[in-house]
């Protein structure tokens, strides 16, 4: 069981990208699922979060430019990016917590590999 981000990449301020996180293997429920970021020197932080109900948060400083969006039928979580600016630069993670993979069982965290995303002109 693992998640796999992808979709991060070189654009220009202004520009918009779209991460995609899909976890993969026998999966009976997930919670929460979000995206975190880290930019070098700093502390990784949430930038966005979505329960299993639809319910979402984001960091202040995304409010009104990124959008996170989530297939459960395909446990796959999605972070709209628009607007972007050089601060935005970081490794973005994806995060998956509450997954069960079979009922009466212990729940797990689940971390995606980082995906890279540069915003320069």
């Known amino acids: 069981v693992q998640l796999q981000a992808s979709g991060g990449g070189l654009v220009q301020p202004g520009g918009s990208l779209r991460l995609s996180c899909a976890a993969s293997g026998s999966i009976l429920s997930i919670n929460d699922m979000g995206w975190y970021r880290q930019a070098p020197g700093k502390q990784r932080e949430l930038v966005a979060g979505?329960?299993?109900?639809?319910?979402?948060n984001y960091a202040e400083s995304v409010k009104g430019r990124f959008t996170i969006s989530r297939d459960s039928a395909k446990n796959t979580v999605y972070l709209q990016m628009n607007s972007l600016k050089p601060e935005d630069t970081a490794v973005y993670y994806c995060?998956?917590?509450?997954?069960?993979?079979?009922?009466?069982?212990?729940?797990?965290?689940?971390w995606g590999q980082g995906t890279l995303v540069t915003v320069s002109s």
């Open positions: 995060n998956a917590e509450g997954v069960r993979l079979a009922r009466f069982t212990p729940t797990l965290i689940l």
């Open positions: 979505m329960t299993s109900g639809g319910s979402t």
